[in-house]
């Protein structure tokens, strides 16, 4: 991970989004960050040719309602993909396991219930900074990953 740059892709290589629709859940907690990894995912399908009123964003209070949120998302719109946006920060208990864990399990679970994909753009971080350069710093943002996996996984379906 250290040496992949989150943002680089070829674009030559993506299809044209121009005819998908697209939902992003994104969590409140770690706002900083999730905004970030927002912006980044939002201005990648926008260069690809998705329109801006095919792309539908939902918040949640935490990474763990990103399920719900999803979820919800899943059953109540007609979209192509879904890309649920958090951030966990290892903190002094063991509170992180069980959350990554939950996230991870649940998205999980979704790509699996539903035909739509729903792509896991949560970092998991063991500090701050490691989530700063990953959501628009040293080592790009996973946003615009997300959102090129979000494209040929639409394509897919």
Known sequence: MATTNLSAYDKTTIPNASNYRFGIVVSEWN???TENLFQGAFDTLIDNGAKPENIIRWNVPGSFELIYGCKKMLETQKLDAVIAIGNIIQGE???FDFICDGVTQGIKDLN???SIPTIYCVL????VQQSIDRSGGKHGNKGVECAIAAIKMATLK
């Not at 998991?124 to 500090?127: A, P, Q, R, S």
């Open 112 to 114: 699996l219930q539903f």
């Open 93 to 95: 208990t063991k509170h």
């Open 124 to 127: 998991t971080d063991f500090t």
């Open 31 to 33: 706002e900083s960050i």
